[in-house]
């Protein structure tokens, strides 16, 4: 607890200096409209979709109509690329996010000064032995190594720090990776795709992957669960791949054929909007998937798009 | 040549080897089981009774030809439990403390050998699992050893992971019962201090392959012999004499107990000493029968007999419940194919890849004595892996292609809904649902729930759905099958998913 807490100290005295820093040095350059950029309605969109592309080609498109990558990683920062990589599946079956796209935002991030990027999942299997096997069968691995991220173990018990999520309904506490608490930013990266249980897996679904004890989301209430995570962190950046999209048998998936190639990215720091717009790309009205309903509920964002500021842009279209 | 060196090149290298195949790396356990485990005595006669004309039984005839050939040279240059004692003998004697001609206690182990045998044939594999050297010795690099390794692996991960090095991962031990770890550790010590004390004097009195082999070894081609002309009887070649079969005085090399580990020759300054071919004399005549000592081998053999009936007796596995029958892995075939085979090397505890087989103990009753076992609180069988298959020595687990195994039922699943999370709280859960590989595990929407129901064609007993399900007890379980059968393959009905949407370039909102 005590270690906690000085972790915690310290991690505000380092923001409030940098959030100062930020401030004082916007105002000597003389552009302080940067920081009330999201009032103007021309300014930082809510939410972009993309559409037609290859994930890369996409991803390029999108994050240059969200502003940079520079807006979000500053210089010397640590970011942490979370990817779904529940299963030990290709990617032609649509279970994990696209290696090409991982690849594509770690580039990214470096590109924008990061000085270490992070990749890692606690996958949906809680046998020994099978994060290995996902990491290398859904070629993420692989892909955010040759772009020179490092690719983090999340397969014990000793990389996890309790944490408490005040205004939690159900999961009052739980054990968090220690790279979400001390990367400096966040970017969550997962994969539209079908789910047998919660209708659909997307970003606040994809955080059940930071967490040591996902079964207790599951004995609990596991919606309610779902949303309540997003009170304790909210991710910087979310990024669904939802290229393909994976149709039925869902969250494991079954053949390639079960999977509709939509060629979709959505990219917005809203974590219920963006889960909202992906179950209408997938064929679904976003109140049937009760953990967006909820995080609206709990104000952890908004589901009604009609009241986002969308940018909207289709490759070659 | 120098036949002593060529010996210690050869066994070192088969010890490291045989130390690696118990590492758990998928790879090198398979390369090395299907060659050098093709040499292992035991493994390979079950392979030869059990399944005449494979491959694998070959071995056993190669190294029997062989012994009728070269003596005991499977001693000293394969079986690694005799290895193991040569490395204690060199460590903890060293050249200091010289070995002495021991007296030969015949009797030991040849009723051990029949006792072993004779149950074995009866259906007790108590003694095979308990004696085989190989089996013996493949407990201590699965448990001990392995331990260990893993101890210092994790270690130099959490060093390394101070420089932001990846390079290795956090490597888990799997499940060891703490009786499993007292037989090992306990047999690691037993055999340690034989070799300290009185160097192969295991071999020679316990082993009931080293029993078999020096009966063969009586009537092999190439022997020890010391030219009566040239000895000088100094006494070099007694020194270093582990197996304590050189007799000075009679000027006489026990060829039963010589493990041909070319020490002797080595030793011997005045070439005395050869190994070279030589009819066998049978000296069947020196036994002088005393009444004394006839009346101590009648008792020793019909009480063998009788002993050898008595463990059939002790808790069988047909007297056992259904549910306590242990899950046995896939290629097995069916429990009395396992008990048939299985020596409990756990070749296939150190290999699997999920941790999911553990080593039982009495489970499967005294006859099949630690014997491994799946245990879905441990983990669960990963519908991708065959790894145990692929390294079985015995014939036990039987080799599957990825695809049958895909479709062997193990085990028969069963929910019970009054402790199960959705029928319970009417909230979803799915923990069962998205673990299933095979499509067993259906959602039924009632009531905008989705509540988990089973169809048992599909289901192979894999145990993903049991290893995942967060409630305690476990509200879906697996039962083994005794005779494992074949699932049906899914085959999903008509595809709704549209193809390619190239025409449609708007968004949905």
Request: overall charge positive; some cysteine.
């Amino acid at each position: 607890m005590n270690k906690l807490n000085s972790k915690e100290r310290r991690e505000f005295l380092k923001k409030s200096l940098a959030t100062g820093v930020a401030v004082g040095g916007s105002f000597l350059w003389g552009t302080p409209e940067i920081l009330f950029a999201k009032a103007a309605s021309s300014g930082t969109p809510d939410l972009v979709a993309v559409k037609n592309g290859e994930p890369d080609a996409m991803f390029n498109q999108a994050i240059f109509m969200m502003g940079g990558m520079k807006k979000f990683v500053k210089k010397g920062q640590t970011v942490l690329v979370k990817p779904n990589i529940s299963f030990a599946r290709k990617p032609e079956i649509g279970a994990t996010t696209n290696p090409l796209l991982v690849k594509s935002i770690v580039a990214h991030c470096f590109g924008a000064g990061a000085k270490k990027v992070y990749v890692f999942d606690n996958v949906a299997s809680s046998s020994y032995g099978m994060a290995q096997k996902c990491y290398k069968e859904s070629g993420i691995g692989e892909a955010a190594k040759s772009a020179g991220a490092l690719v983090a173990p999340g397969d014990n018990e000793k990389y996890y720090q309790k944490v408490t999520i005040p205004g939690a309904k159900a999961l009052v506490s739980t054990e968090v990776h220690e790279l979400v608490l001390e990367a400096d930013v966040f970017i969550n990266v997962p994969i539209l795709k079908n789910h047998h249980y919660t209708y659909q897996s997307i970003a606040m679904k994809n955080l059940m992957g930071v967490v040591w004890d996902r079964m207790k989301y599951h004995s609990l209430d596991l919606e309610q669960s779902i949303a309540d995570f997003c009170l304790f962190k909210k991710p910087d950046l979310n990024i669904v791949d939802a290229y393909r999209v994976m149709q039925r048998f869902g969250p494991r998936g079954s053949t390639p054929e079960n999977v509709a190639l939509k060629k979709t990215l959505l990219v917005s720091n809203d974590i219920v909007a963006v889960d909202a717009a992906a179950s209408k790309v997938y064929g679904m009205e976003p109140e049937k998937v009760r953990y967006i309903q909820l995080g609206h509920d709990l104000n952890i964002g908004n589901m009604n798009l009609n009241e986002l500021n969308i940018r909207r842009h289709v490759i070659g279209g | 040549m120098n036949l002593k060196k060529l010996r210690i090149t050869i066994s070192t290298t088969v010890f490291i080897l045989f130390v690696l195949a118990f590492q758990g790396d998928e790879k090198i356990s398979t390369t090395l089981s299907n060659t050098l485990l093709y040499f292992q005595f035991t493994p390979s006669l079950l392979q030869f009774i059990h399944s005449r004309g494979h491959l694998l039984g070959l071995g056993f005839l190669l190294l029997l030809l062989a012994s009728f050939i070269f003596g005991r040279f499977y001693c000293s240059f394969l079986c690694p439990l005799g290895i193991l004692q040569d490395i204690f003998i060199r460590i903890f004697r060293g050249s200091r403390k010289r070995h002495a001609f021991q007296r030969s206690y015949r009797l030991v182990p040849y009723c051990l050998l029949v006792l072993t045998v004779v149950t074995a044939i009866l259906g007790s594999f108590v003694l095979v699992n308990l004696l085989d050297p190989y089996s013996l010795f493949g407990r201590i690099a699965a448990h001990p050893f392995k331990s260990l390794v893993l101890w210092i692996n994790n270690m130099m991960v959490n060093v390394f992971e101070q420089f932001d090095i990846y390079a290795l991962m956090v490597r888990k031990q799997h499940y060891i019962p703490f009786s499993i770890l007292t037989v090992s550790i306990g047999s690691f010590g037993i055999v340690l201090a034989f070799s300290i004390i009185s160097g192969r004097a295991y071999c020679n009195t316990i082993c009931p392959v080293g029993a078999l082999l020096g009966i063969v070894s009586r009537f092999s081609l190439f022997r020890f012999v010391i030219d009566k002309k040239k000895c000088r009887s100094c006494r070099s070649c007694e020194g270093v004499c582990k197996a304590g079969c050189i007799d000075i005085d009679r000027l006489e090399i026990d060829p039963s107990r010589c493990v041909a580990c070319f020490n002797c020759i080595d030793a011997c300054q005045k070439t005395a000493l050869n190994y070279q071919t030589q009819l066998a004399i049978l000296s069947w005549g020196r036994w002088v029968p005393s009444k004394r000592s006839f009346l101590v081998s009648t008792a020793a053999v019909s009480g063998t007999f009788l002993a050898a009936l008595f463990p059939i007796r002790l808790s069988p596995l047909e007297a056992m419940q259904r549910r306590q029958i242990p899950i046995i892995p896939p290629g097995s075939n069916s429990t009395a194919h396992f008990m048939q085979h299985c020596t409990a090397c756990h070749l296939c505890v150190s290999v699997c890849t999920t941790n999911v087989m553990v080593p039982a103990y009495l489970e499967y009753g005294v006859c099949g004595i630690m014997r491994p076992k799946l245990n879905y609180l441990q983990g669960h069988c990963d519908f991708d892996c065959n790894a145990c298959g692929q390294v079985c020595p015995t014939g036990a687990i039987a080799p599957l292609l990825l695809q049958e195994k895909k479709l062997t039922q193990i085990g028969t699943v069963s929910l019970n809904k009054a402790k199960c999370i959705v029928y319970v709280k009417k909230k979803h859960c799915g923990a069962c649902g998205e673990a299933c590989p095979t499509h067993a595990i259906f959602p039924v929407e009632k009531g905008l729930v989705l509540f988990p129901e089973i169809d048992l064609d599909y289901c192979i007993g894999c145990g993903a759905c049991e290893h995942a399900c967060p409630t305690k007890p476990k509200a879906i379980t697996v039962t083994s099958k005794i005779v494992h059968s074949k699932a049906q393959k899914y085959v999903p009905s008509a595809s709704t998913v549209q193809p390619a949407e190239k025409s449609n370039k708007g968004f949905p909102f």
